[in-house]
């Protein structure tokens, strides 16, 4: 095997490695944002999404699409009797130690 072969090979395990790993952390962070989420309807919670990462594009998003997400998130002073504000923002601090472990796991098993 060429050392030209074994980089490309070496470098697309990487790629599918971060990806999955991306997505993976990603979908975790949208479990842990879930419950933060303000609930009066159960819409906002329903509309809290993944666009996942792609080989060649290494972005991974827990959005919604709601349109008040951003009114709900943002206003510090709203008083919710289930979740809070910063739902989305306060999982990704508190989780942002597993999720790169999330991520490493993946890498590494593409790259052994």
Do not use: C
Not at 45 to 55: D, G, H, K, T
């Amino acid at each position: 095997m060429s050392s030209r072969f074994f980089t490309k090979e070496v470098r697309g395990a990487i790629e599918r490695g971060v990806t999955e790993g991306l997505n993976a952390g990603a979908y975790h962070l949208l479990q842990e944002t879930v419950p933060r989420t303000p609930k009066e309807s159960g819409a906002l919670r329903s509309s809290l999404q993944v666009a996942e990462a792609e080989i060649g594009f290494p972005v991974a998003v827990v959005y919604s699409d709601s349109v008040y997400a951003n009114w709900q998130h943002e206003n510090m002073g709203a008083h919710h009797t289930v979740g809070q504000a910063k739902f989305l923002e306060s999982a990704a601090n508190d989780e942002r130690r597993r999720i790169a472990e999330i991520i490493n796991q993946q890498i590494r098993g593409h790259a052994s």
